[in-house]
């Protein structure tokens, strides 16, 4: 080597050319997925010299020409042609031999020093370099953090590294993971030509001259490089540290690569279970298992879920097929949660609506607190025992799956119940055309379903009721819109919003009185109804009774300060109240939960029996007992949810005799319309006992 190191050799001039690298080529696994293109091609392409690389001590360091080729920014190298043959070159000793033998040698070893040969490939490492390098150009430089396994740097929010959210407008949004995720994970709109702002060929970066467009994903440029195992377990480390949907998305990226992996879905569903996913991750368990019926980790997480989804059966049969993955506390609510629901059907079958009630709360608490069917089944229960706000807010708290993913999981038929149970909650709560939808379709998926066509026929008539009374009422025929909404009241005796619409009627015929009390029987139902407290308010104000309607605008401006009808309707009231020596008289008379209501007529008197809640009449003469008039007015501030009435029956024979009232004082319980207890004579004891019986029940 001594005998050329003062010469110019063919590998001297590969040495200018290519910077400081050496000679050696070393073959990228990359390179194998360039395409080729001819040899002689004038096309070129500027690659950045890399100050960084590894340097080489030999002779021609101190080369002048080396020198000036080192100070070159880029180097530009042809791209191999469709006949290039790549030959790896293997120096050899060439003692005493001059410049051309030298470069001779080297031609024969498969290298030309005159003619420029290929960039070697770049590998992932270059890849990510190059889609790195683009994004900082776009949107300026950012710290980069180098991982320590691969030499792959990563940005920002790229795996489980975050970067602090920037303020500048030009890296808004930029911290989102999910600008960053796989194209499974997150749907990317492809352009119409077909290529992204940034395409990836090699080392090669193409950018787009239409303006700065969004940055490649990087994840999206990992995904087809990766490892899956290796995106498995940065989705870990995101779920151990609470970053559920990056974890999902880099799940999704490792499936992309490797959908034959059962560990892959099995962790997915874990994150989405963190997600509130639950039938998601139900679905990707299912699949796990499909790929891998034995993967016992799968069974155990899908029989946990199908616990809190209300599938006690199917949960104990995973948690057997789980073996030592079983989680024993799962295990024991699966069991009691079968026990629980098999007494339910057992109570349904009797028609005990108190048995199904207990059971399917004690199945909620046991672990099935994700069950559309167990709720909907408790808020049909309420609804039997006329207790509609509690039965409103157990489907309000009852997850809301979307049906085709139930379908999935129940079946057909489990779906139509559920679709059943929603029919009652949007006729209950006046949403009468979602009613009928869900009816129709509960009647598609089960034909069968007896409980769905019952519903569907139920919520069709109230639904075409309301439409044809709201039509009669536009119009001013007010008499005939309050038979219209009768018969639909016909159907859904305690529906809040036809009695409420029925008081409007009535309140718009000068019928205050009955006007009060389809309000009074509507917040029976629904003790919140603002609708209904503002027609009330509006009645007393009509019947003068400025106290009441203090009472009642005050209530609706606690819930809505700014509405301007309620503020009017309270001055105007107080300004009256004031006239009237400024008393405040919540003495109003009519109101069931206020005072002792004196049924002046037959019709009245059906009406207040039949509304929803518990009423409490006493026959009795005209003169009455005083004693007896003063315990009735203690229970009526102490049950203050009870409507106590009283009947002369001097006024009233028909009516007693129709009752089967014979002796007085009569005390008669009616519970929803059904005659509950009578308690004859002045047994206050048994007949406070019982009126506490049922406020209870």
Known sequence: MGEISGEKTGCGFLRAVFGRRGTRPRRSSSTGSLPQTNLNNNNVTRFPSTPGSRTRKDAFADSPNAKKDQKQADRIIERPGQTYSRNVYKPQQHQGLNKNETARAGSQQGYVPARKGPPPGPGISGELESVIMDYQKMKGAGSLIRASSSNVMLF?????????????????????????????????????????????????????EHGPEKPVSLCRALSTRMDPEELKILGNEDYKNGRFAEAVALYDAAISIDPNKASYRSNKSAALVALGKLLEAAFECREAIRIEPCYQRAHNRLATLYVRLGEADKAVYHFKQSGPEADPDAMNKAKTVQIHLNKCTDSKRQGDWNGVLRETSLSIEAGADSAPLIFGLKAEALLKLNRREEAIQTMQNCPNFDIDDCTKLYGPIGSASILVYRAQFNLVTGRFDDAVAAAQRATK????????????????????????????????????????????????????VLLCNRAACKSKLGQYQKALDDCNAALNVRSNYSKAILRRADCYAKMEKWGACVQDCEVLLRENPDDEEVQKLLKEAKMNLQKHGGNLDTNVGNSPSTSIVVVSSIERFRDYVTSPGTSMVLFCKKAGDRK????????????????FLKVEVDDHPSLAKSEGVNSFPTFIIYTNGLRAKEVRGDNYVLLEKSIKYYVNS
Do not use: C, W
């Open 628 to 643: 007896t008039m003063q315990l009735i007015q203690q229970l009526n501030q102490r049950y203050p949810s009870i409507n």
């Open 156 to 208: 920002g929010n790229l795996g489980n590294l975050r970067q602090p959210r920037n303020n500048n407008s030009s890296n808004a949004g930029s911290n989102n993971v999910l600008d960053y995720t796989p194209s499974s994970a997150k749907d990317e709109p492809v352009p119409a030509n077909g290529k992204y702002s940034t395409s990836v060929i090699g080392n090669v970066v193409k950018k787009n």
């Open 445 to 496: 998926l089960d034909p069968n379903n007896m409980e769905a066509t019952a519903m569907l026929r139920r919520s069709k008539a109230v639904a075409s009721a309301r439409a044809n009374g709201n039509e009669l009422f536009k119009v001013a025929r007010y008499s005939e819109a309050s038979i219209a909404y009768g018969e639909g009241l016909s159907y859904d005796p305690y529906n809040a």
